[in-house]
Nanobody
Framework: QVQLVESGGGLVQPGGSLRLSCGAS????????MTWVRQAPGKGLEWVSD????????DYADSVKGRFTISRDNTKNTLYLQMDSLKPEDTAVYFC???????RGQGTQVTVSS
């Protein structure tokens, strides 16, 4: 069965950086377009970024464009999200998912606060 395990979150000051990881199993990772979404306290899921199967094509929400970078390593079945210049409004639980599917993991908490 599909398993996605997010990690790498934490508490960081505004302007800081974090790198999230998502370990995938139970499906052919290299054939799946992947996405990161997030959920801020009291709000619904918000799309953050997509990456194509081979990693060539990426897309970002306007709110994170220029600050976040999505990548993947198909040899390790792992998806990444490099987050730089973090802002308090980036505080959320971050989830990875197969594009078009709901998140299956527990997510990883990112808190941006001084």
């Amino acid at each position: 069965q599909v398993q996605l395990v997010e990690s790498g979150g934490g508490l960081v000051q505004p302007g800081g950086s974090l790198r999230l990881s998502c370990g995938a199993s139970g499906f052919t990772f290299s054939s799946a377009r992947m996405t990161w979404v997030r959920q801020a306290p009291g709000k619904g899921l918000e799309w953050v970024s997509d990456i194509s199967e081979g990693g060539t094509f990426t897309d970002y929400a306007d709110s994170v464009k220029g600050r976040f970078t999505i990548s993947r390593d198909n040899t390790k079945n792992t998806l990444y999200l490099q987050m730089d210049s973090l802002k308090p409004e980036d505080t959320a639980v971050y989830f990875c998912a197969i594009r078009g599917s709901l998140p299956r993991g527990q997510g990883t908490q990112v808190t941006v606060s001084s």
